[in-house]
């Protein structure tokens, strides 16, 4: 698995994650909801995601770097 679908998967388990915990638990979780949609956006622009560094430390792989393997 590379960062790039790592990432993808995380922000998606953590919305669905923030949508249960918003139905079941507080309404406030929302704003966790919020918070991996704005840090989505930003990083569209930036390139900047403190998650993809840390699971490229974590030893996965980017897309380039597989790619370069072949």
């Avoid at 966790?32 to 998650?51: E, H, I, K, M």
């Amino acid at each position: 698995m590379s960062v790039e679908r790592g990432l993808t998967a995380f922000a998606g388990f953590m919305v669905l994650l923030s949508v249960a915990l918003t139905y079941y638990a507080h309404p406030y979780f929302v704003w966790l909801t919020v918070f991996v949609g704005a840090n989505l956006f930003q990083q569209s622009f930036t390139g900047f995601c403190p998650a993809s560094m840390l699971m490229h430390k974590l030893g996965l792989k980017t897309e380039r770097e597989l790619a370069a393997q072949n």
